[in-house]
């Protein structure tokens, strides 16, 4: 039962436009998101959050946005760099959750210079 | 962020034997958290292991199969034993944001490879 769903599995991207990487999720309970990067040979690298709270956090180029209606997040880059070229993770806490993510199955994103 | 190190990076194993997996952090941290990410899957929570309990186990994965110890609040080790090729995977430590946050922080990761 995959409770975090990121059905696209690569993305490409020209350098200088946007990208944007979607995730769907299915827990209501879920109340925190998390995107996180990573390079091969590399662990996860966090980086960018949103409360259920909320529906849009902003840091620098990547914007996330949630909506929670449609259990859906999107997480925008702009402008994309090459080496924003990695795998992108969507992940999920409930506070019911004893502090565990539920990650997505990832989203290779390439950048195109 | 907490600066998190894992030993080995990579290793490969013969069938039946088995590998422990070293995770070392720079502060002290209450939760530590071991992840597996088997080829073109995502990461899928094995155990939390809290310092001084015993690790909590996810559905599906079993102490006799992959104990912990944590002994201190920097330290934890993870062991897959009794390896198969079904093992093969990068398994991945992380901790909780020492600052209180819900991030959290990951290792490099130790990939195996069980022939």
């Given at each position: 039962d995959q409770q975090v769903k990121q059905n696209s599995p690569s993305l490409s991207v020209q350098e200088g436009r946007i990208s944007i990487l979607n995730c769907d999720y299915?827990?209501?309970?879920?109340d925190y998101f998390l995107w996180y990067k990573k390079y091969p040979a590399e662990g996860p690298t966090f980086l960018i959050s949103i409360s259920s709270i909320k529906d849009k956090n902003e840091d620098g180029r990547f914007t996330v946005f949630l909506n929670k209606s449609a259990k859906h997040l999107s997480l925008h880059i702009v402008?994309?760099?090459?080496?924003?070229?990695a795998v992108y993770f969507c992940a999920a806490r409930s506070d019911?959750?004893?502090e565990k993510l539920t990650f997505g199955t990832g989203t290779r994103l390439t950048i195109i210079p | 962020s907490a600066v998190i190190s894992q030993k080995p990076s990579r290793d490969i194993c013969q069938r039946g034997t088995s590998l422990t997996i070293q995770c070392q952090v720079d502060s002290q941290v209450t939760m530590m958290f071991w992840y597996r990410q088997q080829p073109g899957q995502s990461l899928t929570l094995i155990a939390t292991a809290n310092q001084g309990s015993e690790a909590t186990y996810e559905s599906g994965f079993v102490i006799d199969k992959f104990p912990i110890s944590r002994p201190n609040l920097t330290f934890s080790t993870l062991t897959v034993s009794?390896?198969?090729?079904?093992?093969s995977s990068i398994y991945l430590c992380s901790v909780e944001d020492p600052r209180g946050s819900y991030e959290q922080y990951f290792g490099p990761g130790t990939r195996l490879t069980v022939t």
């Open positions: 299915t827990n209501s309970m879920f402008p994309s760099q090459p080496g924003d070229s019911f959750g004893n | 009794n390896l198969s090729p079904e093992d």
